[in-house]
């Protein structure tokens, strides 16, 4: 024996660093050998002591051996463990296994610590017994020994094993071995924490004494370690760059924020506009002054330097039109053709009413009549994303595969009124903080509150429906608990859970906190290593991440946690109405439940899947008052200012009450018809639409019948000429106008819906109808309607009661007090010499102003604005940006096609040993390194890395029948169950080929046990679809979290770089050309990808909508481009102006706000228009002459139609009960009419009286031959 005992000591002297002499001068023997007693409390079985030479190895320990301690030779080597001691080893390792060995130096290292400790055959020189206890026929148990560590070997363990992650839990998985959170864990308190029994798995007590230098006779055991960037000797590779840094390349670096734009260290965009604006008033003031020089040395007349070339023509001068420019003389056939039409048309509506008038109800019943086809579209997927859309496309491969997103019941819990509580660590220990909601007496108030949940039932069609009916389950059939994201799964959702503790008279050794510490580090667990040995994973079989379950913590200080998060997830039944009228009902009754609990120690924030619908439909039904008064406001004002009052005597005669109602009436019938077409044609109606139309329809349909109303007015009949005929000479005169304003409009809405955002795609449509359909029935039915009141006036018959004939009282032609306004005070004031270079520099001071701030508008839509004032679903908002540590889970799903079965397409995604650096698994670890940037919060559960896990045959989870080869659970005691694969190196081995295939589903299908945890039933279900009868892999992805988000701009941020990441994937993989992708998906992405391209649009939108208005302006104009100019610089300012008021009124750019832009450009068309043509048609010999003539006529009816009518309406709806009304509707709508009237009635007369179209010679050729023969005539002579 000494023979081979001598060799074996210098073998161990080579392999401990211990000094040659110190070998032979010490008899080693063993310690223990054998087991024999038990703990009474734990069962856990106690060794032998035993102090003679090491004995062989039976050969039936020789499997085990190779298993656990390779490095010991089998066959001829004598060690201090029987059989029965490597067999309680391989069952006490099993939870380490499953979470270090997917980093095979680290584990190699820890065997190492358990196999010299178990095994050596030189124990005794670094293993000391200090504590017995009696057992039967003369042997003792050994319950406590010393253990001599190296520290060199402690700190290598250590070092290997400190970055290896724990995929299902996105921990370290120290965290989950070392007692304490990771950042906390070293060397030392790892390994004490194994070694005492208060871990639970210990079955007596080690005591760690570290050092390397000898103690006494005691030599610590500092045997040689691997580092995690190192192979082993059986041909494993290093570890991978996820659970070893070493093994990285250069960490990942935040990129350099942008750097901002600067001029002096102040923001260029408004350095450049002030620098701008300042060379713009040299020059203008220069030329402003240098003209008024001129004008005093030449002593003529104020007017003179802007006259037009053609000073010298009047209207009844004879002009040659072989004279007239090819457009002059395109302007003059247009300009006639259309008086001529809209003449004869004229005169033709009032002549035979009748006809008309029928004709119009019958279209208007007919087009209306699609309503009852109407259907109206309140999901928000169809309203703001395109079915073409990238994130709509993702969303339906998504639910496709994996089955639509459930949806979510949440509760939000603080203790208001319960104070800290701290918690004594036994035996040893610093004291530990406990937030208020983490109070035992709280935790069962919230359980019952919890149980009260789950108990609520709610009827549909005479059927009870509980949240169990519902609830997303998913190890059902086999588990049919309801997934709970809740604090109080750690408890198993049990009081007496909650209650139990162990103890003394004197101590409490373990209790509720002691295991929600451990639960919150290790949520996958099935037993807390602690005395109580309660399991942490949740009853419905899967983790419950702290990060979700509670709030307001510092760090990942849980127990800091200020509140709790209780979460209710419910299967989305999108495409069967009838469950899904069931999940509805039972939210409601959930709602209403929580509305009236009342717990004066809790305070509840909470919120459903249908609240914010709910929230929404509330505020339209709450706001149709304020709605309603506000058009209410606007009809009485259109009733009674349509009217002229000449005397009090003639008061109901001249009143044109029943003319306005009937004005209102043709545009509310305009919008019918358009909602009635495409209801026809099956396009959804939104409620932008239905409360957005009718505003836009009423102020260009209003302004037309005041130009039509008041343009008669003025007029004055012509010798012999009927009333027909003057209606339909007025109507020649001004229908060219509106129809101008109407087609430029029309055009430019149809043109919007080229858009790919649904809103704005759907208002276009209905508002482009809606305005060609008003502007037909103004020219006909509103016509003949206006004809018959011209005729019942003139027979001095009262308004209303057109029956009832009053005394003629005579009463002078007299122009309206508004129109005189404007003609004799207005307009001389604004176009004189002084004022109008003031209007000019104020309004390029503010458009300067605008263009600086138009790329600081805040891009997006706080959720909360949709919410009314009174919402509790403020409350809850409120209450996630205050306590939420995680936002919404993110998926990256590799697209069907990838091959899993190979190693190339294994490495390409894992993030285990031997895979790619920049895998799948790796990038996303990647990317949450950096999550104040990438907004990925947490590394990502891997199916396959569990897998692999799984599988390998040192796990007792990879189990079949030797009989039948069907999967038999670690649980099942059976001599038939035997390893999936080989205790070989091939079968150590990740599984390739028909092996992947073969053991996928049963992972797929293993539930989570104490004897296994990484059952992937729970975890990965949903994640792997299984194709051709389970032969293949489909589609598959890995989750992981976003950091929390909280404004528009967190959501859009995390949107882009998700998809970004992905794209990058993609590529790593090299997968780019093959047919199939990786994209992320969230359940937001679908509502925030249109702000990806939000500004293209908004720019698209708006310049198709100009360059419509640009087009149609100048083919109506006869051709004048540079009139289509000034109306397109109108309009573009009060535009850009639009985006300095929502600068300053915090309104950000979204789709509801590019609505209202479009619809801006619409109006102002309104606003401009009918100034620039009045303007080119005037017979005055100056542009000052000529805008003057122009703001009085058009300027008045505008001011009095559109504006007026408008502004008094929209003051109403400042007092609406929603944020949106308030922000989007009232303030954008103030902005639009107030701008419209400044750059219509100020600005615009201004421009033109400076650089306005010369005369027309065509135009004044038209208007000579048009009054030809007539007193008109010989007045314009």
Known sequence: MSVIVAPLLLLLATTLNLPERLVFAENTTCIWYGECGTDKATQKKYNCKYDGLPKPLPKEGYELIQELCPNFQYGDVDLCC?????????????????????????????????????????????????????????????????????????????????????????????????????????ATNWIQYMSTTQNAQTPFNIIPIFGDLPVGAMIPMNNKTKGCNESLEDGSPPCSCQDCTLVCGPKPVLPPPPVPWTIFGLDAMAVIMWIFYLFFLLSFGGAVIGVWFCRKQRVVSEYAPIMDASTSHSVNVNHDLDKMSCCEQLGAKSEALLRDIFSKWGSFCVRNPAPVIIFTIVAIAVCSSGLVFMRITTDPVEI???????????????????????????????????????????????????????????????LDLQDAIQDLEASYKNESVQLQDICLAPLSPYNNNCTILSVLNYFQ?????????????????????????????APASLNDTTMLHDPCLGTFGGPVFPWLVVGGYNDEDYNNATALVITFPVINYHNDTEKLNKVLAWEKVFVDFLKSYNNSNLSISFSSERSIEDE????????????????????????????????????????????????????????????????????????????????????????????????????KRLLNESIDQQIGRVLGEVAPSIFLSSFSETVAFFLGSLSTMPAVRTFSLFAGMAVFIDFLLQISCFVSLFGLDIK????????????????KVDADHSEELLFRCFKYIYAPFLLNNWMRPIVISVFVAVLSFSIAVVNKVEIGLNQSYSMPDDSYLLDYFASMNKYFHAGPPVYFVIEEGHNYTSPEGQNAVCGGVGCNNDSLVQEVYNAALLSNY???????????????????????????????????????????????????????????????????????????????????????????????????????????????????????????????????????????????????????????EQYFTIVNDTIFNLC??????????????????????????????IITNMFGVMWLWNISLNAVSLVNLVMCCGISVEFCSHIVRAFSVSTKKTRVGRAEEALANMGSSVFSGITLTKFGGIVVLAFAKSQIFQIFYFRMYVAIVLLGAAHGLIFLPVMLSYIGPSVNKGKLSVLHNHYKGTERERLLQ
Not at 148 to 163: E, H, L, P, T, V
Not at 397 to 411: K, N, V
Not at 1105 to 1122: N, R
């Open 384 to 446: 703001w994303s395109a079915p073409s859309s990238q994130a709509r496309k993702e969303k339906y491969y998504f639910d496709t595969h994996f089955g639509p997103f459930f949806r979510t019941e949440q509760l939000i819990i603080t203790a208001p009124h319960t104070n800290w509580s701290t918690f004594s660590p036994y035996p040893s220990g610093s004291d530990v903080p406990f937030g208020p909601p983490l109070s035992k007496d709280i935790l069962h108030q919230v």
């Open 616 to 715: 929404i439909n509330r505020e339209s039904n709450s706001d149709v008052k304020t709605i309603l008064i506000s058009y209410i406001i606007m009809f009485l004002y259109i009733s009674i200012a349509l009217g002229h009052i000449r005397s009090c005597a003639n008061c109901l005669v001249d009143s044109k009450i029943s003319l306005g109602i009937a004005g209102i009436v043709i545009v509310l019938s305009s919008v019918a018809c358009s909602l009635g077409i495409f209801s026809y044609a099956g396009i959804p109606i939104t409620l932008i639409v239905i409360e957005v139309i009718p505003f836009l329809v009423l102020a260009v349909g209003v302004d037309n019948i005041f130009i039509i109303v008041q343009t008669f007015r003025r007029d």
């Open 82 to 186: 029987d059989v029965q001691q490597l067999q309680t080893l391989k069952d006490n390792i099993q939870l380490p296994l499953q979470f270090l060995s997917r980093c095979p130096s680290c584990f190699h290292n820890f065997m190492t610590f358990y196999c010299e400790l178990t095994c050596s055959p030189v124990q005794s020189l670094f293993v000391n017994a200090t504590k017995f206890e009696p057992y039967i026929q003369n042997q003792t148990s050994i319950t406590e020994v010393e253990y001599y560590i190296g520290s060199s070997f402690a700190n290598a363990m250590y070092n290997a094993c400190k970055d290896v992650q724990s995929p299902s839990s996105n921990e370290k998985a120290l965290g989950l071995l070392c007692g304490k959170d990771a950042k906390d864990c070293n």
């Open 934 to 1088: 990438t907004r990925v919060g947490f590394p990502p559960s891997s199916w396959i890395d569990d897998y692999f896990d799984w599988v390998k045959p040192q796990s007792t989870c990879c189990r079949v029948y030797n009989n039948t080869e069907t999967f038999c659970n670690a649980t099942v005691h059976n001599p038939a169950c035997v390893r999936c694969r080989p205790l070989t190196r091939e079968g150590k081995q990740r599984p390739y080929g028909e092996d992947f295939m073969t053991f996928l589903p049963m992972f797929l299908s293993d539930n989570p046990n104490p004897k296994c945890g990484k059952g992937g039933h729970a975890a990965y279900g949903s994640a792997v679809n299984l194709i051709d009868n389970n032969t293949g892999v489909g589609a598959t992805y890995f989750m992981t979290y976003h950091t929390v988000l909280k404004t528009s701009a967190d959501f859009i941020a995390a949107a882009k770089e998700a998809r970004i990441i992905g794209q990058n994937i993609t590529q790593a993989m090299g997968i780019s050309g093959k047919g199939y992708r990786v994209f992320p998906y969230s359940v937001f992405y679908v509502f925030y």
């Open 493 to 521: 959702n049990s009081h007496a859970v909650l209650d139990h503790s162990v103890g003394d008279y004197w101590f409490v050794y373990a209790d509720y906190h002691s295991h929600f510490l451990y639960c919150s580090r």
């Open 792 to 807: 019942r006036q003139e027979s001095n018959r009262m308004d209303i009661v057109c029956c009832v004939k009053q005394e």
């Open 1104 to 1133: 198709t909508s100009l360059g419509a208005v640009f087009i149609v302006t100048t083919v109506l104009l006869g051709y004048e481009v540079w009139s289509a100019v000034m109306v397109c610089i109108t309009i573009a300012m």
